[in-house]
């Protein structure tokens, strides 16, 4: 690929196509969700279909300023909105938000859509939100520390920061082997990047599809210590739809504070 290569822009119209294509985290919760969340039943995922602990939200949610990060959809946000947060979703996809304005618009929830790289959280001042939640999505951003920098920012003290990310151990093996053979062959030293692959087998393998990022766990969870995040709970779980889920837990899920 070229060395202007712009990865934002490019995941941008790459999530823009996994709308159309009606890529699962990109479908947006019926009804029914929202008519059970209102009446207290409910719950969101960080990673693959593990419903998130109802301890690791704020005791009250009614009122509370959420911030979801990189989850546009229609999904989490429209959830958290009914169950009464003040929910604001920021996302690199105009088509995913239109998902949530789409929920919100049917179910009369003043969801607040932003598009932006989930970076650069300047269209917020500091200090303005109780929870970010961050579902899986930062293995298609280039580089972390700023999103842990700009979520300790905006939050509050005492302010909860949930992130879903991938095991970077997911990236070693060959892709094509594993999705057409289910065959675990070693292949990629980590760091690994899908703009690491020939055109051609990216092609093959990821179709047009957003680029990925395998990023360390200094990255990940060091990252969230470095910006002063004080980590309550890990979590792992398998991938929900990798062969490599039978082996090894393809996701982490945090939870941390900021003092
Ligand atoms: C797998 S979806 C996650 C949302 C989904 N609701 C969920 O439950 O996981 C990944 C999302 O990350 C967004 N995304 C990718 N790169 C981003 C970036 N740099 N800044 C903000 N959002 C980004 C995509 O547009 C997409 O909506």
Redesign the pocket.
Known sequence: MASSFDP?AH??SA?DR?VESG?E??RPVGPEVIARARAGDWSV?LIGYQPVPRDWFPAELAGAAVLC?????G??GPVLSAVGAAVTV????PR?LSRDREVGAREQLAVRTVL????DLSAFTDASFDVVFN???NV??PELAPVWLESFRVLRPGGILMA?FMNPDIFIFDVAALDERGELIVRHPLPFTTLDLPDDERERSYGTG?IEYSHSLTEQIGGQLAAGFVLTHLVEGPHHADATGRYMPGYFATRAVRP
């Open positions: 934002v995941n941008r999530w996994e890529n985290w990109t995922v990060l990189a989850s546009g959809g999904q989490q920021l996302d690199n996809s995913q932006g790289d989930m970076r579902p899986v999505s298609f951003c879903g957003p």
